[in-house]
């Protein structure tokens, strides 16, 4: 597919929703890219923020690729945390207990996204809907952390319905608290996020045309 064709979809399914296309920023997820290949596939193209899930494979592209924007998209562990300051937004906060550990890491103020498991998977990580109020409350405490909204994975391989509902979902919830991001959406189903309101989308294998 690659990134033009990516940027295209994500006009077109918020034209789609009568949203204004500008809404929607393309993360571009880099987790077994090389520097190079992101200078070629992303980077050309202009400055995108780029999406890495593991620490130990980020650190040096953040060293190589001076300049660009990097967000973590990754399992969020108290062992990770002294990294974070290296990251321009985190997507995958999901427990107390490691944004304890963050606070006392950051030396700046760090934005970032709650991970809801909206699908209720129990694979996967992320804070229950119904648990969200009191883990908003108690972040709203660390003055190191500034949550800008929330992100969820949707179920893999999922009819288009569940998918349209689980998007619509997380959209709900940010809108009730008062949150303006919504990550959410990637490679197979990002156009339907889109359209129920995602603001970033997290596309690794059809910017690398692999789709």
Do not use: C
């Given at each position: ?18 949203r ?19 200078r ?16 130990q494979e ?28 290296r990251?321009a937004?985190?997507?995958?906060l ?14 700046r103020?760090?934005?970032?996204l709650?991970e809801?498991n909206?699908g209720?998977?129990p ?38 319905r569940?998918?349209?509902a ?6 709900r ?18 156009e ?15 910017v690398?045309?692999?789709?």
């Amino acid at each position: 597919m690659g990134l033009p064709e990516v940027l295209a979809r994500i006009e077109r399914a918020a034209r789609r929703a009568g949203r204004d296309p500008s809404g929607v920023r393309l993360v571009a997820v880099t987790k077994g890219r090389s520097p190079e290949e992101i200078r070629e596939k992303v980077l050309a193209y202009g400055d995108f923020p780029l999406g890495e899930s593991r620490v130990q494979e980020a650190l040096p592209k953040i060293e190589a690729l001076s300049g660009a924007t990097f967000h973590f998209i990754g399992p969020l562990q108290r062992n990770k945390a002294k990294f974070m300051g290296r990251f321009a937004l985190v997507h995958s906060l999901e427990s107390l207990r490691v944004a304890e550990a963050l606070n006392r890491r950051l030396e700046r103020v760090l934005e970032v996204l709650v991970e809801v498991n909206v699908g209720r998977e129990p694979q996967k990580h992320g804070v229950l809907p119904e648990a969200l109020p009191d883990l908003l409350g108690a972040l709203g405490e660390l003055p190191r952390l500034r949550v800008v909204g929330l992100m969820t994975v949707a179920p893999r391989r999922a009819d288009p319905r569940r998918l349209r509902a689980v998007f619509a979902e997380l959209s709900r919830l940010a809108d009730r608290y008062n949150l303006p991001e919504r990550s959410m959406g990637m490679s197979e189903d990002f156009e339907l996020a889109v359209e129920e309101g995602a603001t970033l989308v997290r596309v690794g294998r059809a910017v690398f045309d692999e789709l």
